[in-house]
């Protein structure tokens, strides 16, 4: 006999004979007649119920069942009696395959996150989580759908990186070093030259770099995978190691690059509401109560455009009160994107067009010599998703850009090769991806919407 998933025995019709369903026990009731068994696989939201008759053989075991334990159900899919299913499993067999033992820490309902948190290797047993980690999965397989569908390559880079892509210094280190006794030079620097890799390497903060070489070459391209950050930003929306999309696409301007940054969260979305019915529905109730309007919403509706100017206008115009101050100039902060996105535009809003001296070197300058071809995708309950930007593919400007940071253009030798060699406009963003989790299933903590969350100080697991 083959084991069905759960999911998958919920859609066959009743009666069914003969199934074989393996799972973790999410609770037992034992009664004179009969025992209860609700069975979770992982492939569904409510599990699905199992009824074992007390004159089954080995009853004894079942009733002695404990929550968590691993089991095997030989059973018949039958029309439910009971309320709150439509079909349950006349169990014929019970087997324990692992049993949990009595101290379980998943025991008790309604178990806060912070909690769950210090049990991150346990928690996907939990509804909220199981959901939380279903949604991730389709949402990261509608990623690949969505560029395969638009002719991209997907591409790896490297993880192991000498380059500092955002130019903001925020990199965790890569070395095979003696730290506690460290090769020296003349000088009693340390001699980076006898590392690993005979140079400085780190862990990659955005594959974008990369994915631009790939780009002048490849057209459409698109890289999907780990990035980095030293930052010592404690809020619920950073990590340290966090999940990126980064499509780069040739011959393409900022306005294309909205256009296709529109689609994408739009298609991701559609996804979701199609595909993962029962878990949103669940965080519907239970996490964000007006979830599913606002999806619907978002999906339905334009987002809106507006440059960093108007932002800064409409902002200062608005009277509200910020913590930071807002004008011409300075970085938005959380508190002014949050507002500008939730109150006075009401869904997703791309900024465009920032002040130079704000944004990374790469970003292509406009005409006007102030403001840069940036762009960031600011939602409702998140704040920043997306941030990206037409890059500047004028080899002298782009040189002039590096120097102006004190940075050497020498050392972006294979960079600005790209610009050399038949370069052409190009654009591209970042999406965070555990920030579309976020979005999409209303969950508060990006410590939630990650299987083993790394922050600072927090490296469990
Ligand atoms: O705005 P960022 O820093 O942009 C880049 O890295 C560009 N190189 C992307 C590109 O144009 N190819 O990061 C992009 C997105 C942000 O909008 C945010 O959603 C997410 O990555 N992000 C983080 N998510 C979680 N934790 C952090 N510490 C994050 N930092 C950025
Ligand atoms: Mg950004």
């Known amino acids: 006999m083959k084991r069905t998933r759960i999911a998958h025995a919920l859609t066959l019709p009743a009666p069914q004979s003969?199934?074989?369903?393996?799972?973790?026990?999410?609770?037992?009731?034992?009664?004179?007649?009969?025992?209860f068994i609700n069975l979770n696989d992982g492939s569904n939201m409510g599990g699905?119920?199992?009824?074992?008759?007390?004159?089954?053989?080995?009853?004894?075991?079942v009733r002695k069942l404990t929550t968590g334990s691993a089991v095997e159900i030989v059973g018949e899919l039958v029309e439910s009696q009971g309320k709150g299913q439509s079909v349950e499993v006349q169990a014929t067999k019970v087997t324990t395959v692992g049993r949990a033992a009595e101290e379980y820490p998943l025991q008790k309902k309604g178990a806060s996150f912070e909690f769950l948190r210090t049990i991150a290797h346990l928690r996907n047993r939990s509804n909220?989580?199981?959901?939380?980690?279903?949604?991730?999965?389709?949402?990261?397989?509608?990623?690949?759908?969505?560029?395969?569908?638009?002719?991209?390559?997907?591409?790896?880079?490297?993880?192991?990186?000498?380059?500092?892509?955002?130019?903001?210094g925020e990199m965790f280190r890569v070395t095979t070093l003696d730290m506690d006794n460290p090769p020296r030079t003349d000088k009693g620097e340390i001699d980076w030259d006898k590392d690993f890799f005979g140079k400085p390497a780190y862990l990659t903060v955005s594959g974008q770099l990369n994915a631009e070489a790939f780009a002048m070459g490849m057209s459409d391209v698109y890289t999907f995978g780990p990035t980095f950050r030293a930052e010592n930003s404690n809020t619920s929306r950073h990590a340290s190691e966090f999940?990126?999309?980064?499509?780069?696409?040739?011959?393409?301007?900022?306005?294309?690059?909205?256009?296709?940054?529109?689609?994408f969260v739009k298609h991701l979305l559609r996804t979701v509401l199609d595909d993962c019915t029962s878990d949103l529905e669940f965080f519907n109730q239970r996490i964000d109560k007006g979830l599913l309007e606002r999806l619907q919403h978002v999906v339905d509706s334009g987002f809106e455009r507006m440059t960093y100017a108007e932002a800064v206008k409409r902002l200062i115009d608005s009277g509200q009160k910020?913590?930071?101050?807002?004008?011409?100039?300075?970085?938005?902060?959380?508190?002014?994107?949050?507002?500008?996105?939730?109150?006075?535009?009401?869904?997703?809003?791309?900024?465009?067009?920032?002040?130079?001296?704000?944004?990374?070197?790469?970003?292509?300058?406009?005409?006007?010599?102030?403001?840069?071809?940036?762009?960031?995708?600011?939602?409702?309950?998140?704040?920043?998703?997306?941030?990206?930007?037409?890059?500047?593919?004028?080899?002298?400007?782009?040189?002039?850009?590096?120097?102006?940071?004190?940075?050497?253009?020498?050392?972006?030798?294979?960079?600005?090769?790209?610009r050399r060699y038949g370069t052409a406009p190009h654009a591209g963003f970042g999406l965070g991806f555990e920030r579309m989790v976020m979005y999409a299933t209303g969950m508060q903590n990006i410590r939630d919407v990650i299987p083993f969350p790394r922050t600072p100080r927090n490296c469990e697991f």
């Open 48 to 61: 699905i119920q199992i009824v074992v008759p007390s004159d089954m053989d080995g009853i004894e075991e």
């Open 243 to 263: 999940w990126m999309i980064e499509p780069e696409m040739a011959f393409c301007d900022l306005s294309e690059n909205c256009d296709l940054a529109e689609d």
């Open 18 to 35: 003969d199934l074989l369903l393996k799972g973790w026990v999410r609770t037992v009731r034992n009664g004179k007649n009969v025992s």
């Open 128 to 168: 909220t989580f199981g959901a939380t980690f279903r949604v991730r999965s389709t949402l990261a397989q509608a990623t690949h759908a969505f560029f395969a569908n638009r002719g991209f390559v997907y591409l790896h880079t490297p993880i192991v990186t000498g380059s500092d892509t955002e130019g903001a």
């Open 322 to 418: 910020f913590e930071y101050p807002v004008e011409f100039g300075v970085n938005l902060q959380a508190e002014h994107e949050r507002y500008l996105t939730e109150t006075l535009v009401g869904r997703p809003t791309f900024v465009t067009d920032y002040p130079k001296s704000i944004k990374a070197f790469y970003m292509r300058r406009n005409d006007d010599g102030q403001t840069v071809g940036a762009v960031d995708l600011l939602v409702p309950g998140v704040g920043e998703l997306i941030g990206g930007s037409a890059r500047e593919e004028r080899l002298d400007v782009l040189e002039d850009a590096i120097r102006e940071l004190g940075l050497e253009p020498e050392d972006y030798g294979w960079y600005l090769d790209t």
